[in-house]
């Protein structure tokens, strides 16, 4: 019996249309029975986007613009605001959600996205009674209350320990927690490069004998990468960079002015990131959880920044880097020359290699396993209440996790 999956995303960043697009193809691969229909939370709320009706900006553009202008100072007092203006239309979301899935009923909804979860779970209620709603999380872990885990049913699927710590205090049974290696990637994140690195290199312009730094601030840039070039530009280190930037044009033109002593390849938006990154030693960028997993998907050591600019739900990522010690933080780029200069002490970049080969996600092949046993659980009409069992109940319980040896690879 074929299944209906309908994913819904985000364009705000690029990671949560990156992670349907990514689960989609494993699922097609794998050729599981199902239907996957994908779906941006801008197209299903346009007809009630302000935003857009009063500026002509996409609401889910907003944040982009913040990205690519650097307006990312107070992020934590920004998301109250947010979520205030979510719950004025909360209503008429839940309308808009129950008339389209009045039309194209699914049998599953994958939620890739935060804020929303509430009204995803009132209207499948309304219009489709006992629709499972499964929540995975693209962040490392949530940033509460109301970001990605409500206090509802709702199966969430978590990428760190510290996720599910979080879905367990909010009161989910452990039978609606799934944990899994990471966050999900792009299949090719986890496919053997087959080049001739040093021949790759020269092609680039680069010296194959030099170091090598990937700088990339996600697909929408950063006019901080010119910050950390110049930095290491006059820096004096023995190394090199690749800068990927993204949409950012501005940044790739400021980069193409800088008067080099060290070699750089700058590279505009492209899907080729994988390719970029198995020619690197180390990465420097953002502490975004889609540009750190792949980075260490492909054994770079990151540094990353951490202050008051950065956002509000990406501050525990620069935690996490120096919890694995896969990495260094430092809390203004203008040090950046320091980091990797520490970063590429012989023994200590073997150490920091080491220890990011160590890190294995492999999430993309997980998560498709772990819809399956809800599908599964769903059709013998199994499983505990969603939440509020008492504490030491709680603490008793096992949380799900999958197992890399059941994995069908790709």
């Known amino acids: 019996m074929r299944r209906s999956i309908e994913f819904i995303y985000i364009d705000a960043g690029g990671g949560h249309r990156a992670a349907a697009t990514a689960l989609a193809e494993v699922i097609a691969r794998e050729g599981r029975p199902w239907d996957i229909r994908a779906h941006s939370i801008q197209d299903l709320f346009q007809s009630i986007d302000v935003i857009r009706k009063s500026t002509g900006i996409d609401f889910q553009d907003v944040y982009n613009i913040m990205l690519r202008r650097g307006w990312t100072f107070g992020t934590a007092q920004l998301v109250p605001v947010m979520h205030a203006a979510i719950r004025l239309f909360h209503s008429a979301e839940v309308r808009v959600l129950e008339r389209h899935w009045a039309e194209s009923p699914p049998d599953m909804v994958v939620s890739l996205i935060p804020h929303y979860n509430r009204a995803f779970k009132q209207a499948l209620d309304r219009v489709r009674p006992g629709t499972p709603l499964v929540t995975v999380l693209t962040d490392i872990a949530d940033y509460p209350p109301h970001f990605w885990i409500e206090r509802q049913e709702q199966y969430v699927i978590c990428g760190s320990p510290r996720a599910v710590d979080q879905a367990r205090a909010l009161g989910l049974a452990p039978s609606h927690i799934f944990q899994v290696s990471g966050m999900i990637l792009n299949p090719r994140f986890h496919q053997p490069a087959a ?42 280190l023995k190394t090199q960079l690749i800068l990927l930037c993204g949409k950012h044009r501005a940044a790739a033109r400021a980069l193409r002015a800088i008067d080099a002593h060290m070699p750089m390849h700058i590279e505009g938006f492209t899907r080729d990131v994988p390719f970029f990154m198995s020619l690197g030693d180390y990465f420097i960028g953002k502490p975004g959880p889609g540009s750190i997993s792949e980075a260490l998907a492909m054994r770079l050591p990151v540094v990353v920044e951490s202050n008051a600019w950065t956002l509000a739900h990406e501050r525990y990522n620069a935690e996490w880097i120096l919890e694995r010690g896969v990495g260094v933080v430092v809390n203004n ?4 020359a320091d980091a990797v200069g520490e970063l590429l002490h012989p023994d200590r970049l073997a150490q920091f290699r080491a220890r990011a080969a160590a890190v294995r996600n492999s999430a993309v092949f997980e998560v498709p396993q772990i819809l399956a046993e809800i599908f599964s659980r769903h059709d013998r009409g199994a499983g505990e209440p969603y939440y509020g069992e008492p504490a030491q109940a709680r603490a008793a319980h096992r949380i799900e996790r999958v197992s890399p040896a059941r994995i069908s690879h790709v």
């Open 333 to 336: 780029f203008s040090k950046v």
């Open 195 to 236: 080049i001739d690195r040093p021949r790759e290199l020269e092609r680039l312009g680069l010296d194959p004998s030099r170091p090598t730094g990937i700088v990339m601030f996600g697909g929408e840039g950063s006019m901080e990468m010119v910050r950390i070039a110049t930095a290491l530009n006059r820096s004096g």
